[in-house]
């Protein structure tokens, strides 16, 4: 391996032959619409939840995507369903709908290693 002179520290490393992608196939599968996310951030600058506690949609898009389910099923729990954020989509996501799926199939769906 080439030294660069400089690591990437383990948590932010991710480890491909760990990932779950199953939990992210299933939501696009039943909700095709978040296949056009940009991640512009403009349902996380909106969010009620955010603006009461430490919570990031933005950050669980990410969070699902890369498979990290341990943190996700925490964190998506302060989500609290109003649908605010799908008023500024500019593509038109139903993110409530996202949210939902995410909070029923993410036990199912967990890694051991995330
Ligand atoms: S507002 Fe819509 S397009 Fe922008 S990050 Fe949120 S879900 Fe994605
Ligand atoms: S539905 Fe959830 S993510 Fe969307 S604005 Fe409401 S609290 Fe935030």
């Known amino acids: ?3 660069f002179g400089y690591t990437i520290i383990k948590q932010r490393t991710i480890d491909y032959d760990q990932f779950n992608g199953r939990l992210l196939n299933e939501i ?3 909700e095709p619409s978040f296949k056009v996310c940009l991640s512009c951030g403009g349902c996380t600058a ?5 603006d009461l506690v430490n919570f ?3 950050r669980m898009n990410l969070l699902l995507r890369r498979g990290e389910t341990a943190e996700l099923e925490s ?3 302060k989500c609290m369903l109003c649908g605010k954020c799908m008023l500024v989509c500019p593509r038109g996501i ?4 996202v ?3 995410i909070k029923k199939n993410i036990s199912r769906n967990k890694t051991t290693k995330y």
């Open 1 to 3: 391996m080439k030294e």
């Open 28 to 30: 696009l599968l039943m």
């Open 46 to 50: 909106t969010c009620s939840a955010g």
């Open 56 to 58: 990031n949609i933005r």
């Open 75 to 77: 964190e998506i729990q």
């Open 94 to 97: 139903n993110l409530r709908n």
């Open 99 to 101: 949210i939902m799926l």
